[in-house]
């Protein structure tokens, strides 16, 4: 079955360590995204790739990373430079850009707690 | 800056009952627009779509209809299920402007047997 897997569902650590959040599909999609999800505020974009070693800032990147060496995978590092990193990480991808076909396809999301 | 706008909920209904979710937008271009739905402990999904003025987007007996002149697409369905019991998203896509989704703030609808 073709889709978007992240991994873990859930994930715990402590405050000033950095945590890396895995995405993988394989629906052969040029686009990849990251989205942060919190209560009353909808999704918001951290980051975005169009093409593999290459991605551009979304709305609220500080305090994050990602990299983008294969099509398949877009991981997302939350650093410890951000103030309030506990949230819903969901990852999605498009087969080119949104704006000519609109369609993303998401993964299940992890849920990261820092404490 | 482009934006959506969604009634706050929760949207709370009985099994059967007629649902509308308002959703209004703000865009410099124009904008396709979207339904997504987010079910319990979920990704989103793509639920209905219009990509110009007056198209009609529909999928599971939920349809939305793109409405140039008041800036709306909102979202109806007939007759509620308790399935449907979810997070309703409205969404744009400027084509002209962005390759961005911009997403509204989320309406939860919750249906009772």
């Known amino acids: 079955d073709g889709g978007i897997t992240q991994s873990p569902k859930y994930l715990f650590r402590k405050e000033g360590q950095n945590v890396t959040l895995s995405c993988e599909q394989n629906l052969n999609h040029d686009a990849m995204y990251w989205y942060r999800q919190d209560p009353g505020q909808g999704l918001r974009l951290i980051y975005y790739?169009?093409?593999?070693?290459?991605?551009q800032k979304g709305d609220i990147a500080e305090g994050y990373s990602v990299s983008r060496e294969k099509k398949e995978s877009f991981p997302l590092t939350v650093t410890s430079a951000q103030k309030n990193p506990t949230a819903f990480y969901l990852c999605?991808?498009?087969?080119?850009?949104?704006?000519?076909?609109?369609?993303?396809?998401f993964g299940p999301g992890t849920r990261l707690t820092v404490t | 800056g482009d934006s959506v706008t969604q009634m706050e909920g929760p949207v709370t209904l009985s099994e059967e009952a007629f649902l509308t979710i308002n959703c209004t937008y703000t865009?410099?271009?124009?904008?396709?627009l979207f339904w997504y739905v987010q079910y319990p402990g979920e990704g989103l999904q793509l639920l209905l779509k219009a990509t110009k003025a007056d198209d009609k987007g529909s999928n599971k007996g939920f349809e939305a209809t793109y409405r140039k002149e008041t800036t709306s697409f909102h979202l109806e369905k007939g007759s509620v299920q308790v399935s449907d019991s979810a997070v309703y998203f409205c969404?744009?896509?400027?084509?002209?402007?962005?390759?961005?989704?911009?997403f509204g703030t989320g309406t939860r609808l919750q249906v009772f047997p």
């Open positions: 969404a744009l896509s400027d084509k002209g402007n962005t390759d961005k989704l911009i």
């Open positions: 999605a991808s498009s087969p080119n850009l949104v704006a000519a076909n609109g369609e993303q396809y």
């Open positions: 865009a410099t271009g124009y904008p396709s």
């Open positions: 790739s169009q093409i593999v070693n290459d991605f």
